[in-house]
């Protein structure tokens, strides 16, 4: 479904190139930006064009993984945890019938 809507999302607009306004940008991003361009020898306008395509296009590493997966490299350099899982217990109530 969600396929659909973004096939049908991609149809409703003409090939034309589309104008983005960053307002309130921090200006510290903008340095690191600045700095990013020019190493890789760009504009600072073709280098966010070029990092807003490649995470479009690649997708996040949550997406291209299992979310549990992405949490679990989050925080495995953490550690685990033991728990401590108490016996089970089995109740002496009678077990229910659906079938009636």
Not at 7 to 12: R, W
Not at 32 to 50: H, I, P, T
């Amino acid at each position: 479904m969600l396929a659909t809507l973004a096939m049908t999302a991609d149809s409703c607009y003409p090939l034309s190139m589309a104008t983005l306004t960053i307002r309130n940008l921090d200006e510290n991003v903008k340095r690191k930006l600045q700095v990013r361009a020019a190493l890789n020898g760009r504009s600072m306008e073709a280098e966010v064009r070029e990092m807003l395509s490649q995470l479009v296009t690649n997708g996040s590493a949550a997406t291209r993984q299992g979310l549990g997966t992405a949490i679990h490299k989050r925080f495995a350099a953490l550690g685990g945890v033991e728990l401590v899982i108490p016996p089970r217990q089995f109740s002496s109530r009678p077990i229910p019938k659906f079938d009636e």
